[in-house]
């Protein structure tokens, strides 16, 4: 079937980079776009009125953890120490013996709830880092409609807690390798399915979970099979420290010295290089080496955002030649909320506001995850590639007069603005309604969902410590009524 969307905006693309074309109209046949422009004098089978809306490419989300938004409130838990920037570590181990509080999501609740919410963020393109529930994850993923890319995670340590709250890395290399052989062979059966909608990676789980033999027996791999590689690397200064203290190496240093890197890594966070001013490390120049790799790097700013902490910084690295895509990693998994904060922390770190442009972080959020991903047809809205696509309401005292539809985005928009998702030809949200699932029926069960997490954490925190004690409420709460 052919579609016309007249615009109002359209974000096109001239061959070297996007453009906005007033008025445009864009027109897709089934699962790829056949004309961008002024105007189409052809026939059209349905026609879309987008005027006075933006009409813009689908996002890609280069990295996220499907699942409840339940466990990320422990991100900011009063009764540790902050690790040194730690992140999920607080929430992602448990003490000795027990489960961590993420390790029972179902596929049907909040692995569901995690890709949904990232599609009505704008993210036509996911990558899942480290599937769980693999098998059943992918046939869910098909029915809700967005592109995939993932994989089941391996590693050779798990993080534990001992009872004094300190974290261990309790080795099991055995099930790394193991983990490496089931995600190849699950790649071998998934990759290109759902009419190419289903793509896999190899997603090693974080560089101090990984050991190095394991790690090159991963880039052994995908030189092998040609699939991608996602890997969390410099993410907090505890893996820092460690790596030095074990391999007199950075974080990007060592990577770098296996033979990992490459174009076909994207590279989880990478904050702490060895400049960052958390890390101090004056010995090394990790963003020349890796620009010189060609790895690509998966910014998520709103979750160091929430720890004080930012990277330093997006325009640093862009002005390197190294490639930034954009990813959530927590909630709300919106990125045009992440642009905003891209932009804004971007301009914190150089103290100048000449820096973290609109364009700049709209292009993170759509050719930056394509480039990695080595897509020519994501990303953009030209003849031939895919047709994902958004419609934007600009309509709304939240953005007022709008002279420039991408600063206004970027100043003032979130997901909540997006009215319509298109992905692969195939409408998942019309009109501000979901088309492929029951969004109030999930939402209900999310929020029991969480009330069993929130329940749950004297089971697996290391002090036995309530959820209240972990995170406090904001304000005091009494009973009404």
């Not at 076909?264 to 960052?276: A, K, M, N, P, Q």
């Amino acid at each position: 079937m052919r579609t016309l969307v007249q615009g109002g905006w359209v974000v096109g693309f001239n061959g070297q980079g996007h453009e906005l074309i007033r008025d445009g109209v864009v027109v897709y046949e089934d699962d790829r776009i056949i004309h961008i422009g002024g105007r189409f004098d052809g026939q059209a089978d349905r026609t879309i009125d987008a005027r006075g809306k933006l009409v813009s490419p689908g996002f890609v989300n280069c990295h996220l953890h499907a699942g409840s938004n339940a466990p990320t409130i422990f991100l900011m838990d009063h009764t540790k120490a902050d690790y040194f920037g730690s992140n999920f570590i607080a929430y992602g181990a448990g003490l000795r013996g027990t489960t961590d509080s993420r390790a029972t999501a179902r596929v049907d609740v909040e692995q569901k709830f995690g890709i949904w919410a990232a599609v009505r963020g704008g993210a036509t393109t996911i990558l899942d880092v480290g599937s769980r529930n693999a098998e059943a994850f992918v046939e869910m993923c098909a029915a809700l409609g967005p592109r995939m890319y993932l994989g089941p995670a391996f590693r050779s340590y798990n993080y534990v807690f001992e009872a004094n709250g300190r974290v261990e890395w309790e080795p099991d290399h055995e099930a790394g390798f193991a983990g490496l052989e089931r995600a190849v062979a699950f790649a071998r059966k998934y990759d290109g399915a759902h009419n190419g909608r289903i793509r896999c990676m190899l997603y090693p789980g974080q560089l101090d979970t990984c050991s190095v033999d394991l790690l090159k027996a991963t880039r052994r791999a995908a030189d092998e099979t040609g699939l991608l590689m996602s890997l969390h690397v410099a993410m907090n200064q505890v893996e820092f420290h460690r790596m030095l203290r074990e391999h007199g190496l950075t974080p990007i240093e060592l990577v770098a010295s296996i033979g990992f890197l490459g174009p076909d890594v994207i590279l989880g966070h990478c904050v702490f290089h060895s400049r960052h001013s958390w890390a101090h490390y004056p010995y090394v120049d990790d963003l020349k080496i890796l620009a010189d790799s060609g790895a690509s790097v998966a910014h998520a700013p709103f979750k160091y955002a929430k720890m004080g902490i930012m990277l330093e910084s997006l325009s640093r690295y862009r002005a390197l030649g190294i490639n930034v895509g954009l990813g959530t990693d927590t909630y709300p998994e919106d990125l045009i909320a992440e642009m905003r904060i891209a932009a804004m922390m971007n301009r914190f770190a150089e103290g100048s506001f000449r820096v973290g442009e609109p364009k700049d972080v709209f292009d993170c959020a759509t050719l930056g995850g394509a480039r990695f991903l080595r897509r020519d047809d994501l990303g953009r809205l030209a003849p031939g590639a895919k047709a994902d696509l958004l419609i934007i309401n600009l309509s709304s005292t939240r953005y007022g007069a709008v002279r420039d539809p991408i600063k206004s985005l970027v100043e003032c928009g979130t997901g909540e603005d997006i009215e319509t998702i298109v992905c692969d030809g195939r409408t998942l949200l019309e009109n501000g309604q979901p088309q492929t699932v029951d969004e109030a029926a999930l939402l209900r069960q999310i929020q029991e969902s969480g009330e069993e997490v929130w329940a749950n954490v004297p089971k697996w925190h290391w002090r036995g410590a309530t959820v209240d004690e972990v995170v406090p409420m904001s304000y005091p709460v009494r009973a009404g009524g």
